[in-house]
C-alpha cells in the first residue's frame, strides 16, 4: 500500500526541516567566523568588557540572514508549487468542466502531495465517469429511437392505410395493430424496470417462496412455444424455500428462455434452483452454440443482442437481458453468464438468502 503523507503533516515536517537546517548553518557559520577570528585577529577579543559586535560580526550576521530568507524562499515556493499547481489544474479542469468539456483532466508536472494528490486523482475519477455517463446517455436516446422507430412506423403506415382505404379494417388487421401496441408496451415496460434498477429504485415485494412452483408457473406459459421451436425442459429444484419478489422472478426467467428459444441450438433446456452457502441460485442452461467470452462480460448490458454469435431469430428489444440483470442486482445479487458443461450457456441468478434491504 502506498504511503501519503497528510498536507497539514507535510506543511509542519517540511517548516521544522528547513527551519532546523538554518540552525545547523548557522551554527557551523559561527563557528567557522570565530575559529578564523581567534586564529588571524586575535585582538578584536582583547576587550572582553565590549559587547557591540564587530565588524566583521555585523557582516556576518548580514549575509547570514540574506542566506536564511533565500533558502526560506526558494523552500516555500517549492512547497506552495506543490500544494497550488493541483488546485490550480483542478479549477481549470472544473471551469472547462462547467464549460461542457467532459474530457478535462486535471494534470500536474510537480508530483503532489497528500490531500493535494487525492484530490486530482478524484476529480479526474468524477469527469471520467461524468464523461462515461455522457456517452451513455448518448447511447441510450440513440438505442430507444431506434426501437421505437420501426413499431411506430408499422402502427403509422397501418393506420394510414386505413385513413386511405388502401387497407380493410377486419379482425386480423387489428389483431396485429394490438400485437405492435403490446411490443410497444413491454419495451416501455423494460426500459422503466432497467432505468428504476439502475438508480436503485426497483421496488420488490420479498416473500418466502417455493420457486419450483414459480417455475412451473413460467414453464406452463412459455413451454409450448419452446417445444414449437424443438426445445425439451428439464427441471431441477430442491424444495427450500427463497426469499425474492415471486412476480420478479417468474419476469427474469421467462426472460431467460425467452432468450434462449430465440438465440440457442434447438435441444435440451435445463432449468435449476437451489439454496446453497447462504444463496440463492436460479440457472438456465442450453446445449449452445455458446457466447464468446468478450459478449459475455456485456450480456446484461441494455441493447446487447450478440447477433453475430447466437442470433438466428430477429426481433428482440435486445432489454430482456438487462431486465434479468436489472432484477438480480435489485435483490442485491448478481448475474452472471459463462459455458455450460451442456456445451451452450449457462444463465445464472444468485442472490442472498437474507434480506439485504433490512436495517
Request: hydrophobic share 45%; proline share 4%.
Amino acid at each position: 500500500m502506498k504511503f501519503r503523507m497528510g498536507l497539514g503533516r507535510q506543511i509542519t515536517l517540511s517548516m521544522s526541516l528547513l527551519t532546523l537546517l538554518i540552525i545547523v548553518l548557522l551554527q557551523i557559520s559561527s563557528s567557522i567566523l570565530y575559529a578564523t577570528l581567534l586564529r588571524y585577529q586575535p585582538e578584536l577579543f582583547a576587550d572582553p568588557d565590549n559587547y557591540m559586535p564587530t565588524l566583521p560580526e555585523w557582516l556576518y550576521m548580514g549575509i547570514s540572514t540574506i542566506i536564511a530568507v533565500i533558502i526560506a524562499m526558494v523552500a516555500a515556493g517549492r512547497l506552495s508549487r506543490r500544494i497550488l499547481a493541483p488546485l490550480n489544474a483542478v479549477a481549470a479542469s472544473l471551469r472547462r468542466v462547467a464549460g461542457g468539456d467532459l474530457s478535462a483532466r486535471a494534470a500536474v508536472n510537480d508530483r503532489p502531495i497528500g490531500e493535494a494528490s487525492q484530490l486530482v486523482e478524484d476529480f479526474n475519477s468524477m469527469a471520467e465517469r461524468l464523461q462515461h455517463m455522457e456517452q451513455e446517455r448518448g447511447f441510450w436516446n440513440a438505442a430507444i429511437a431506434h426501437e421505437l422507430r420501426t413499431p411506430v412506423t408499422i402502427l403509422r403506415g397501418r393506420l394510414q392505410g386505413f385513413t386511405d382505404g388502401v387497407f380493410v379494417p377486419d379482425q386480423a388487421q387489428f389483431r396485429s395493430l394490438l400485437t405492435h401496441v403490446e411490443g410497444l408496451g413491454r419495451l416501455i415496460e423494460d426500459l422503466r424496470m432497467v432505468a428504476l434498477a439502475g438508480s436503485g429504485h426497483l421496488e420488490l415485494h420479498l416473500l418466502e417462496t417455493a420457486l419450483a412452483d414459480d417455475i412451473a408457473t413460467v414453464i406452463a406459459l412459455a413451454g409450448p412455444a419452446l417445444q414449437a421451436a424443438g426445445f425439451s425442459i428439464e427441471v431441477a429444484t430442491d424444495s427450500d424455500t427463497m426469499l425474492c419478489d415471486p412476480m420478479r422472478m417468474r419476469q427474469a426467467l421467462l426472460a431467460l428462455l425467452e432468450n434462449a428459444r430465440r438465440h440457442a441450438t434447438p435441444g435440451r433446456l435445463r432449468i435449476g434452483a437451489a439454496v446453497a452457502d447462504g444463496m440463492c441460485v436460479l440457472r438456465v442452461e442450453d446445449e449452445g452454440p455458446g457466447i464468446a467470452p468478450e459478449l459475455a462480460l456485456h450480456v446484461f448490458e441494455a441493447f446487447q443482442r450478440g447477433e453475430q454469435s447466437r442470433s438466428r431469430e430477429s426481433g428482440g428489444t435486445g432489454l430482456g437481458l438487462a431486465v434479468v440483470g436489472a432484477i438480480a442486482k435489485a435483490h442485491g445479487g448478481k448475474a452472471t453468464c459463462r459455458p455450460s458443461n451442456m456445451g451452450g450457456t449457462l444463465f445464472e441468478l444468485r442472490w442472498p438468502a437474507h434480506d439485504v434491504h433490512a436495517p
